[in-house]
């Protein structure tokens, strides 16, 4: 770490200036420097997250919950819908109205890669932008800000490497996040994450199963494979295995119970991945197969390089396991030059697949995607009215699959409870949530991280309600 008098720091100037505070008030033995960091976007934002306050616990900061006790403010931050890119500003914004001196701001991830510097003349008192790439430098980057530096970017998409660290704060005690692969290949119209994570990094087999063993031996009985497209992992070692082999390789490491993995593409998605479930009793019964929309129209339109069809063999091969496994995926309604016909395309298909669970959202327009220059754009009133018939089509089909498992006895990782209801909160091997009560007169020795049997007495569209089964209880 550099402990010389950060020469760079303009007191004149109100980021100068705070920087200066900061710096200087830990080197005067004030304490140890505060951070918050709040994280927008999937789970691959979340463990980055977790990365991110691991490497600034091992350089001596302490994380706090709210941003006005933190010396460092950080957002990690989503640029897939304009809605999540939106909230990364108007927090930006609160704090320059809420009086932000003191406190040095940074903004990571894919806003951060797709505004770039821009976001210091949006938000002046922004002194730190690094996207997901350059995560690596992070250590470096803090250290010129922590010198005084006023405007740090890591902003570089072209490398081979990847954001591994042994400094990780674990959110969950029970469940956690592996990222396998960074980056995406693929150049789907509607998307900017291929503009803001870069081209598809894959970490060494080697790396992935030592993680996978260090989490078992820190008390982890889930992990969950992270990648932007888990399908094209490709091991750069000489051990060349592709994913269905790491899955097969990870599913066989002693004390890990469950394996997760999101997300996959559907044209990378084979027959071998539904035969590593089928082979490894630890492999969850759950696929996350993101669709987008029935319609081959629009699909071609999306470049999503598959057609319903292909989609369709694919979901085949996963029913013809001998498990069964839940499907859930993403759906886009309002696509440029969706029509009415393709629109009814993407609701028989929901009728034709019946996922257990499914994430929808209208189109929103990303800077330097495709479509923006597709024009035909349908009017945000049909986006909305299309979207809310979607939802309640999908909201009867999981009330309906969710009604099959009444009377069935699931396993669960507990999660938590629920005191107000007395309900113990557990998650399935399907990635349901199951909400539980202990019958009157059997021991309540249940506890967050155990695995217990749960006989399924109600469902929900959202959630499964049961109680504590007598046998098969693992506490």
Known sequence: MNTDKPAAAQ???????????????????????????ETFGCQMNVHDSEKVAGTLIARGYRQVDNPREADLVLYNTCSVRDKAEQKVFSRLSQFKRANGHGKVFGVLGCVAQQEGAAIFEKAPHVSLVVGSASYRRLPELLEQAEAGRQRVTGLELDTDETFETEFARRDSPHRAFLTIMEGCDNHCAYCVVPFTRGRERSRTSAHILREAAELRDAGYTEIQLLGQNVNSYRDPSPARMNFPELLSAVAEVPGIRRVRFMTSHPRDFTRQIVAAIDSHASLCDHVHLPVQSGSDRVLARMQREYTRAEYLERIAWLRSARRRVS?????????????????????????????????????????????????????????????????????????????????????????????ALGQWIGRTSQNRVLNFTVPEGMPDTIRPGCYAAVKVTRAGPNSLVGELSWRGTEV
């Open 11 to 37: 007191p004149g100037s109100f980021v100068g200036a705070a920087l200066l505070r900061c710096y200087n008030g830990w080197r005067m033995g004030q304490g140890p420097r505060t951070f918050y960091i």
């Open 327 to 419: 499907i859930t995926t993403d759906l886009i309604v309002g696509f440029p030059g969706e029509t009415e016909a393709d629109f009814a395309e993407t609701l028989s298909l929901l009728d034709a697949v019946r996922y257990d669970s499914a994430f929808s959202f209208k189109y929103s327009p990303r800077p330097n995607t495709p479509a923006l220059a597709l024009g035909e754009a349908v009017p945000e009133s049909e986006k909305g009215r299309r979207l809310a018939v979607l939802q309640e089509k999908q909201r009867e089909i999981q009330l309906a699959r969710n009604q099959e498992l009444v009377g069935s006895e699931q396993e669960v990782l507990v999660e938590g409870r629920r005191e």
